[in-house]
Nanobody
Framework: VQLQASGGGLVQAGGSLRLSCEAS????????MGWYRQAPGQQREMVAI???????NYADFLKGRFTISRDNAKKMVYLQMNSLQPEDTAVYYC??????????????WGQGTQVTVSS
Protein backbone atom coordinates (compact mmCIF):
# COMPACT_ATOMS: atom_id res chain seq x y z
CA VAL A 1 0.00 0.00 0.00
CA GLN A 2 1.33 3.44 -0.92
CA LEU A 3 0.18 7.01 -0.72
CA GLN A 4 1.48 9.31 -3.44
CA ALA A 5 1.13 13.05 -2.88
CA SER A 6 1.53 15.71 -5.53
CA GLY A 7 0.70 19.31 -6.28
CA GLY A 8 3.11 21.25 -4.12
CA GLY A 9 5.19 24.11 -5.39
CA LEU A 10 6.15 27.74 -5.06
CA VAL A 11 3.41 30.35 -4.96
CA GLN A 12 3.15 34.00 -4.01
CA ALA A 13 1.22 35.11 -0.95
CA GLY A 14 -2.48 35.21 -1.72
CA GLY A 15 -2.19 32.46 -4.29
CA SER A 16 -3.68 28.98 -4.41
CA LEU A 17 -2.51 25.40 -4.75
CA ARG A 18 -4.31 22.08 -4.91
CA LEU A 19 -2.69 19.03 -3.40
CA SER A 20 -3.65 15.51 -4.41
CA CYS A 21 -2.92 12.15 -2.85
CA GLU A 22 -3.69 8.73 -4.27
CA ALA A 23 -3.78 5.45 -2.41
CA SER A 24 -2.56 2.47 -4.39
CA UNK A 25 -2.00 -1.21 -3.78
CA UNK A 26 -4.23 -4.00 -2.57
CA UNK A 27 -6.39 -3.37 0.46
CA UNK A 28 -9.93 -3.75 1.72
CA UNK A 29 -10.99 -0.22 2.59
CA UNK A 30 -9.97 3.30 3.55
CA UNK A 31 -11.38 5.10 6.54
CA UNK A 32 -10.16 8.59 7.47
CA MET A 33 -7.93 10.50 5.08
CA GLY A 34 -6.14 13.69 5.94
CA TRP A 35 -3.42 16.23 5.45
CA TYR A 36 -0.72 17.21 7.89
CA ARG A 37 2.16 19.62 7.57
CA GLN A 38 5.57 20.15 9.07
CA ALA A 39 7.49 23.40 8.89
CA PRO A 40 11.26 23.49 9.50
CA GLY A 41 12.00 23.10 13.20
CA GLN A 42 8.35 22.48 14.00
CA GLN A 43 6.33 19.43 14.89
CA ARG A 44 4.00 17.88 12.37
CA GLU A 45 0.48 19.26 12.77
CA MET A 46 -2.95 18.30 11.51
CA VAL A 47 -4.35 20.46 8.75
CA ALA A 48 -7.60 18.69 7.80
CA ILE A 49 -9.24 15.29 8.03
CA UNK A 50 -12.15 13.79 6.11
CA UNK A 51 -13.98 10.60 7.01
CA UNK A 52 -15.24 7.98 4.58
CA UNK A 53 -18.67 9.60 4.92
CA UNK A 54 -17.26 13.03 4.05
CA UNK A 55 -17.34 14.55 7.53
CA UNK A 56 -14.53 17.08 7.83
CA ASN A 57 -12.41 18.56 10.59
CA TYR A 58 -10.03 21.48 10.14
CA ALA A 59 -7.27 23.03 12.19
CA ASP A 60 -8.37 26.27 13.82
CA PHE A 61 -5.55 28.28 12.26
CA LEU A 62 -6.89 27.76 8.73
CA LYS A 63 -9.76 30.23 9.14
CA GLY A 64 -11.65 28.74 6.22
CA ARG A 65 -8.88 29.08 3.65
CA PHE A 66 -8.42 25.36 2.90
CA THR A 67 -10.92 22.73 1.77
CA ILE A 68 -10.41 18.97 2.00
CA SER A 69 -12.28 16.59 -0.26
CA ARG A 70 -12.04 12.99 -1.41
CA ASP A 71 -13.05 10.71 -4.22
CA ASN A 72 -13.65 7.25 -2.82
CA ALA A 73 -13.90 5.63 -6.24
CA LYS A 74 -10.49 7.01 -7.23
CA LYS A 75 -9.04 6.44 -3.74
CA MET A 76 -7.88 10.02 -3.63
CA VAL A 77 -7.89 12.92 -1.19
CA TYR A 78 -7.43 16.56 -2.12
CA LEU A 79 -6.55 19.79 -0.34
CA GLN A 80 -7.55 23.04 -1.99
CA MET A 81 -5.49 25.82 -0.44
CA ASN A 82 -6.51 29.42 -1.03
CA SER A 83 -5.19 32.73 0.28
CA LEU A 84 -1.85 31.12 1.04
CA GLN A 85 0.46 32.95 3.41
CA PRO A 86 4.20 32.59 4.07
CA GLU A 87 3.41 30.84 7.35
CA ASP A 88 1.78 28.05 5.33
CA THR A 89 5.22 27.09 4.02
CA ALA A 90 5.84 23.48 5.01
CA VAL A 91 6.08 19.93 3.77
CA TYR A 92 2.54 18.62 3.45
CA TYR A 93 1.88 14.94 4.09
CA CYS A 94 -1.21 12.93 3.28
CA UNK A 95 -2.38 10.26 5.67
CA UNK A 96 -4.92 7.47 5.44
CA UNK A 97 -6.23 4.76 7.72
CA UNK A 98 -6.29 1.66 5.53
CA UNK A 99 -7.50 -1.86 6.19
CA UNK A 100 -5.11 -4.29 4.55
CA UNK A 101 -5.89 -7.69 3.02
CA UNK A 102 -5.64 -9.39 6.40
CA UNK A 103 -8.20 -7.02 7.88
CA UNK A 104 -5.70 -5.05 9.96
CA UNK A 105 -5.91 -1.27 10.09
CA UNK A 106 -2.76 0.77 9.58
CA UNK A 107 -2.03 4.47 9.29
CA UNK A 108 -0.12 5.15 6.09
CA TRP A 109 1.77 8.30 5.16
CA GLY A 110 2.64 9.78 1.82
CA GLN A 111 6.13 10.98 0.99
CA GLY A 112 5.36 14.65 1.49
CA THR A 113 5.13 17.52 -0.96
CA GLN A 114 6.79 20.89 -0.42
CA VAL A 115 4.67 24.03 -0.38
CA THR A 116 6.55 27.31 -0.35
CA VAL A 117 4.76 30.65 -0.14
CA SER A 118 6.76 33.77 -0.89
CA SER A 119 5.87 37.18 0.52
Amino acid sequence: VQLQASGGGLVQAGGSLRLSCEASGTFISISNMGWYRQAPGQQREMVAIITSRYCTNYADFLKGRFTISRDNAKKMVYLQMNSLQPEDTAVYYCNADIRDRRGTWYAYWGQGTQVTVSS
